[in-house]
């Protein structure tokens, strides 16, 4: 044996050595020789790797609880235990060694599949789902299953035992918010088909590689989807269950899977094991733990499974009941679901994974009116078991859900694309606090085709699967069950599990075989004495190519296969004939009738519209924070959850007691405001604002700009959005010391800025008379031209919260140097404008016009001049005078147009002095 070991003739190459150059210039047969002594020895640990692989796999599939979880867990409830008893349970996962949790966080959720093979490959690993939340400080819980169902068990039994699950985990943390809910393939559906049931146990729901809609697909990139049709229905999985004695072998699901890849199953794979077997083993080992360790299913499970589902396809259309009576509708979900598919996933590719939404709704408003937040994420090249076992796609995509749940949770109703986006290669990467960005994009039904792919012809071929697979199905049970039934024992199909192919070469490549015995001692010597080959030697070259070819071959054989059965599915059940024998032909219901068409969804529409009008007023200024925010983002074409933690960091301080739950209804009841009348809503903003005095609004605006700022600068149109919303907020500001500033232009310059307030819409402009004139300032000299125009910087105050406006007829005949007064902005609060009558404008004398301009005038004063008016005027003016805000608002609004002279000394005044100077140029108003 030794002297078939590439070492046994070292000595001989070392004594060759010195002669090599003489004997081989080219230096080929020493390529040859170091590649034929490689080659050895990679077979050896290949071989090798191969018999710990069984061995691992026996040892797995005789556990009671097999598993391959990365992290310590602890028994919380067994399923086992429940009224409907089910070979689930939930596990309590321990975080590791130096990761935190809390416990007042949102509490995370994993269900893994249960579709052949066994439980933990959603946390398997630290880069894995479970691993991302736990390092985030998430409580996280798994809900795992056992390798034999309990006889008599159903898919219904499953669903009520995970809302039970999801009950007792709301009770473990009552102060937090309910849980994220993470379903992976097989899981997928089952969760959503739990959350359809009881919706008020779930938070947001995010379902990776989960088909859906299973007679979806784009032509020439599904062939899985042809498989009960090409095999006439679901009839043989029920004849492999009765050979199983009423149990099927998750071996048979495994096997599906590795037949669409026949080139990555047979070859690839293998190969990349062999040509770096020297680091790639444990990794392989790892997978293959999983990948074995096959479990199996009740009978009745897998035939509603495929009955119902994959041929039946039920789900997505609501045609699902219950054995009490409970109709299955997704349109029930009440959280937000976020669909994670990839184009590179060939079991679920993202067509099925997103059709159901086409099959459930019949536009964008549908989804809306139904409270219902649908966020989906298309990777660009992972495969299947990549969506959720990829340490790259765990480190991105399932780090930024994690983090931006909150954010998703309060998201408005309505369909969304989100992309990731690498923080260091944005422009904005400064604002951006983590190492990924994750942005929201709003979508509609026409995006979504693009994703899709419908094709409506191929419906009535796949329901004549359905019916034919009814047909074959009733002939079964009528024929063969009986008989099937009548020779299988429990004996017949524990033999036919361990005879099966897929379990069959884990077992002959084990210790148990006894031709493997000196396999460990050679693997031993050659790890002893291992020297890897370069990867330029030629014949490794030669070897890659050859690989390579190989590949392609079985790709190319792949491909062949595919098109050839597409091609005959598609002849054969789209035969007018053979549609007519089914019946389908003649029925009413050939053509699949989207649930979101009919009568009673219109109805339930056109309600929630009409509650939603009703609506539009109610509320004070949180309404209109959150209503403005909304509508200025919806400008914007994209948003992320910047702007949102922003918000839900501010509003806490302001507000400790607000909850997410609240908040979340707080924006969905505004964004639904605003999606029913969107100017009726923004109309009704300065009514939400009423009561509230200066200072407040100006922190509001502050508050939004604040918010907003999050995201970097806004886009030209979010830009256009917020001055409307200032304009509307500067509208409810009260009349008390309002301000005004000339302007040099014909059409009355810019208006002075409050606090965050921005520049002063046009609506706000007052045009008044001379002795109306609404923002006069005391002067030093009020009979001079000068003195007049510097008076019409200072401020108001008003004990009327309408605005002062004038009619035309009076700014026409004002003097030259009242028209410069009258020219500027003032910010007013007001609803019902107050008019000054023309006559007393025209009627009034040149001495009257100075002193009303240089004094405070109400609009009372130029139609009335009894005392009681006049003191009125005195004491609000006096009381606004007080106002601190208002003052240094004034101070900073002072500046004077370009080309108007100033008065001597009036820069230097001091406040204290202007109060005094406004108190005597109010006395000589009324004096006058």
């Known amino acids: 044996m030794n002297a078939l070991m590439p070492g046994a003739a070292a000595p001989l190459f070392a004594m060759a050595e010195p002669f090599a150059p003489l004997l081989d210039p080219f230096g080929f047969g020493r390529a040859a020789a170091d590649y034929w002594r490689d080659s050895v020895e990679r077979s050896i640990l290949y071989w090798d790797v191969m018999r710990q692989r069984g061995n691992e796999y026996l040892e797995h599939i005789e556990k009671t609880r097999p598993s391959?979880?990365?992290?310590?867990?602890?028994?919380?409830?067994?399923?086992?235990?429940?009224?409907?008893?089910?070979?689930?349970?939930?596990?309590?996962?321990?975080?590791?060694?130096?990761?935190?949790?809390?416990?007042?966080?949102?509490?995370?959720?994993?269900?893994?599949?249960?579709?052949?093979?066994?439980?933990?490959?959603?946390?398997?690993?630290?880069?894995?789902?479970?691993?991302?939340?736990?390092?985030?400080?998430?409580?996280?819980?798994?809900?795992?299953?056992?390798?034999?169902?309990?006889?008599?068990q159903r898919v219904e039994d499953v669903v009520e035992a995970e809302v039970t699950f999801l009950r007792h985990v709301n009770e473990l943390h009552p102060d937090s918010e309910k849980p994220m809910v993470v379903g992976n393939c097989q899981a997928g559906w089952q969760i959503m088909m739990a959350a359809a049931l009881e919706p008020e146990v779930f938070g947001p729901i995010l379902i990776a590689g989960a088909p859906l809609s299973y007679w979806a697909g784009e032509r020439g990139k599904a062939p899985m989807r042809y498989t009960?049709?090409?095999?006439?229905?679901?009839?043989?999985?029920?004849?492999?269950?009765?050979?199983?004695?009423?149990?099927?072998?998750?071996?048979?699901?495994?096997?599906?899977?590795?037949?669409?890849?026949?080139?990555?199953?047979w070859w690839d794979k293998q190969y990349h094991l062999y040509a770096h077997v020297d680091t790639e083993a444990e990794r392989y080992l790892q997978f293959e733990r999983w990948w074995g360790g096959h479990v199996v299913l009740g009978g009745e499970e897998i035939q509603y499974i495929v009955d119902n589902l994959f041929v039946g396809n039920r789900l997505s259309t609501a045609q699902l009941v219950t054995s009490d009576g409970r109709r299955i509708d997704l349109r029930n979900v009440r959280s937000p679901v976020i669909v994670f598919c990839s184009q590179g996933d060939d079991i679920t590719p993202p067509p099925q994974a997103l059709g159901w939404v086409?099959?459930?709704?019949?536009?964008?408003?549908?989804?809306?009116?139904?409270?219902?937040?649908?966020?989906?994420?298309?990777?660009?090249?992972?495969?299947?078991?990549?969506?959720?076992?990829?340490?790259?796609?765990?480190?991105?995509?399932?780090?930024?859900?994690?983090?931006?749940?909150?954010y998703i949770d309060v998201l408005p109703p309505g369909l969304y694309e989100t992309t990731v986006s690498k923080a260091s290669d944005r422009p904005d990467a400064e604002l951006i606090e983590r190492d990924y960005l994750l942005e929201f994009s709003t979508r509609d039904l026409d995006d979504l085709d693009e994703v899709v792919k419908p094709q409506p012809q191929d419906d009535r071929r796949f329901a004549t699967v359905?019916?034919?697979?009814?047909?074959?199905?009733?002939?079964?049970?009528?024929?063969?069950?009986?008989?099937?039934?009548?020779?299988?024992?429990?004996?017949?199909?524990?033999?036919?599990?361990?005879?099966?192919?897929?379990?069959?070469?884990?077992?002959?490549?084990?210790?148990?075989?006894?031709?493997?015995?000196?396999?460990?001692?050679?693997?031993?010597?050659?790890?002893?004495?291992?020297?890897?080959?370069s990867d330029d030697?030629?014949?490794?070259?030669?070897?890659?190519?050859?690989?390579?070819?190989?590949?392609?071959?079985?790709?190319?054989?792949?491909?062949?296969?595919?098109?050839?059965?597409?091609?005959?599915?598609?002849?054969?059940?789209?035969?007018?004939?053979?549609?007519?024998?089914?019946?389908?032909?003649?029925?009413?219901?050939?053509?699949?009738?989207?649930?979101?068409?009919?009568?009673?969804?219109?109805?339930?529409?056109?309600?929630?519209?009409?509650?939603?009008?009703?609506?539009?007023?109610?509320?004070?200024?949180?309404?209109?924070?959150?209503?403005?925010?909304?509508?200025?983002?919806?400008?914007?074409?994209?948003?992320?959850?910047?702007?949102?933690?922003?918000?839900?960091?501010?509003?806490s301080e302001l507000e400790?007691?607000?909850?997410?739950?609240?908040?979340?209804?707080?924006?969905?009841?505004?964004?639904?405001?605003?999606?029913?009348?969107?100017?009726?809503?923004?109309?009704?903003?300065?009514?939400l604002l009423e009561g509230l005095d200066a200072k407040e609004i100006d922190s509001h605006i502050e508050h939004m700009e604040h918010v907003l700022a999050a995201s970097g600068d806004l886009s030209e149109h979010a830009a256009a959005r917020f001055e409307r919303i200032k304009s509307l907020f500067l509208k409810a500001r009260p009349a008390s010391r309002?301000?005004?500033?000339?302007?040099?232009?014909?059409?009355?310059?810019?208006?002075?800025?409050?606090?965050?307030?921005g520049k002063v819409p046009s609506a706000s402009k007052t045009t008044s008379a001379p002795k109306a004139s609404s923002a006069p300032k005391a002067s030093s000299a009020p009979k001079a031209s000068s003195a007049t125009k510097a008076s019409s910087a200072s401020e108001t105050p008003s004990a009327s919260k309408e605005p002062s406006t004038t009619k035309s007829s009076s700014?026409?005949?004002?003097?030259?140097?009242?028209?410069?007064?009258?020219?500027?902005?003032?910010?007013?609060?007001?609803?019902?404008?107050?008019?000054?009558?023309?006559?007393?404008?025209?009627?009034?004398?040149?001495?009257?016009?100075?002193?009303?301009?240089?004094?405070?005038?109400?609009?009372?004063?130029?139609?009335?001049?009894?005392?009681?008016?006049?003191?009125?005027?005195?004491?609000?003016?006096?009381?606004?005078?007080s106002t601190k805000s208002d003052s240094a608002g004034a101070a900073a609004t002072t500046s004077e147009p370009a080309g108007v002279a100033k008065p001597e000394g009036a820069e230097a005044t001091p406040a204290a002095s202007r109060r005094r100077s406004t108190s005597r140029s109010r006395g000589q108003t009324r004096r006058s």
């Not at 495969?383 to 991105?396: E, N, Q």
């Not at 068409?597 to 009703?614: G, S």
């Not at 309002?738 to 307030?757: E, H, L, P, Q």
């Open 68 to 152: 391959v979880l990365g992290f310590d867990t602890d028994i919380v409830m067994l399923g086992e235990e429940l009224p409907r008893p089910v070979n689930y349970e939930l596990l309590r996962v321990h975080p590791p060694e130096g990761v935190e949790t809390d416990e007042l966080a949102r509490p995370f959720v994993v269900v893994d599949p249960r579709a052949g093979h066994g439980p933990g490959i959603g946390g398997f690993k630290p880069d894995s789902e479970i691993g991302v939340a736990l390092r985030a400080g998430h409580p996280c819980y798994f809900i795992a299953f056992m390798p034999y169902p309990i006889p008599g």
């Open 228 to 265: 009960g049709g090409m095999t006439g229905g679901s009839w043989a999985t029920h004849m492999l269950s009765d050979m199983g004695d009423g149990v099927f072998d998750g071996a048979w699901l495994v096997q599906n899977f590795e037949r669409l890849n026949p080139a990555n199953t």
């Open 358 to 406: 086409r099959d459930l709704y019949g536009g964008v408003d549908d989804i809306i009116a139904n409270e219902q937040t649908i966020v989906y994420c298309v990777h660009d090249k992972t495969g299947h078991l990549g969506i959720f076992v990829s340490g790259s796609v765990s480190r991105k995509e399932h780090a930024e859900f994690t983090a931006n749940m909150d």
């Open 466 to 533: 359905a019916r034919v697979s009814e047909i074959n199905l009733g002939l079964y049970r009528q024929f063969l069950q009986p008989w099937i039934r009548a020779l299988s024992t429990p004996e017949s199909a524990h033999w036919m599990r361990r005879m099966h192919p897929n379990r069959m070469g884990y077992r002959l490549l084990s210790d148990r075989n006894p031709l493997m015995a000196p396999l460990p001692v050679l693997a031993e010597m050659v790890r002893e004495r291992r020297r890897a080959l």
């Open 537 to 651: 030697n030629v014949f490794r070259v030669y070897e890659d190519i050859g690989s390579s070819l190989i590949s392609r071959s079985l790709d190319a054989w792949r491909v062949l296969r595919d098109r050839s059965i597409e091609k005959a599915f598609l002849d054969i059940y789209g035969q007018p004939l053979l549609q007519s024998l089914v019946g389908l032909r003649g029925a009413v219901d050939a053509d699949r009738r989207l649930p979101g068409a009919e009568p009673e969804r219109r109805r339930f529409i056109q309600r929630r519209r009409d509650e939603i009008r009703a609506q539009v007023a109610r509320g004070g200024a949180h309404e209109a924070v959150m209503r403005s925010i909304i509508f200025v983002l919806g400008g914007a074409p994209a948003t992320d959850g910047r702007n949102f933690r922003r918000l839900q960091a501010s509003r």
């Open 656 to 687: 400790p007691e607000l909850q997410l739950q609240d908040f979340k209804h707080l924006m969905r009841d505004q964004f639904f405001i605003l999606k029913q009348d969107r100017e009726a809503a923004l109309e009704a903003v300065p009514a």
């Open 738 to 757: 309002r301000r005004s500033t000339r302007s040099s232009s014909s059409d009355g310059g810019a208006g002075g800025n409050t606090s965050g307030s």
């Open 811 to 881: 700014a026409s005949k004002a003097s030259s140097a009242t028209k410069a007064s009258s020219a500027s902005e003032t910010p007013s609060a007001s609803k019902e404008p107050s008019t000054t009558k023309a006559s007393s404008a025209s009627e009034t004398s040149s001495d009257t016009k100075t002193s009303s301009a240089s004094g405070a005038t109400t609009s009372a004063s130029g139609t009335k001049a009894d005392s009681t008016k006049a003191d009125s005027t005195k004491a609000d003016s006096t009381k606004a005078d």
